[in-house]
C-alpha cells in the first residue's frame, strides 16, 4: 500500500504536540515509561530533553521536527508494518520518518528490550 498525497501532506502539517501524548499514553500503559520514551525520540532524532520539549512547546509540525533533526545513522534497519505501510516502501522521506518513529514507539509499548529497538 502506498502513502497518497494527501495523506503525505496530512503527516507533514501534523504536530509532534499533538501525537507525543498519545505516545506517552501508549507506553506509560504498557509499563513502560516517559524517560524510555524520550530515550528512542532521542535516539532516532538527535533532541535531548530540552530540545524535545522545545518543539513540544513551539507545536512544531512533523515537516519542521523531522527538518531540524539528524536521523541515526541505523534508522534505515527500522523495518515492518505500521499502520498498513510497509516502512521500508515508502517512498515520502517525511512519512517514512514519521513512521519510524511509530514503530519505535510501538516496539517500546510492545516490551521489546531497547537494545533491539535501538538497532544497537
Known amino acids: 500500500m ?16 499533538s501525537v507525543y501524548p498519545h505516545y506517552v499514553t501508549k507506553v506509560e500503559k504498557k509499563g513502560r515509561s516517559k524517560e524510555e520514551l524520550h530515550e528512542v525520540i532521542t535516539w532516532l532524532t538527535g533532541f535531548d530533553e530540552e530540545k524535545i520539549h522545545q518543539l513540544i512547546a513551539e507545536k512544531a509540525t512533523f515537516a519542521s521536527f523531522f527538518g531540524q533533526a539528524q536521523l541515526h545513522p541505523n534508522a534505515h534497519l527500522i523495518t515492518g508494518m505500521i499502520c ?4 521500508e516502501d515508502i517512498d515520502n522521506p517525511l512519512t517514512q520518518q514519521v513512521r519510524y518513529l511509530d514503530k519505535l514507539v510501538d516496539e517500546l509499548a510492545k516490551g521489546r528490550k531497547m537494545e533491539k529497538i535501538l538497532r544497537s
Open 84 to 87: 498498513g505501510y510497509r516502512i
Open 2 to 17: 502506498k502513502p497518497s498525497d494527501t495523506h503525505n501532506e496530512r503527516m507533514a502539517s501534523m504536530t509532534f504536540s
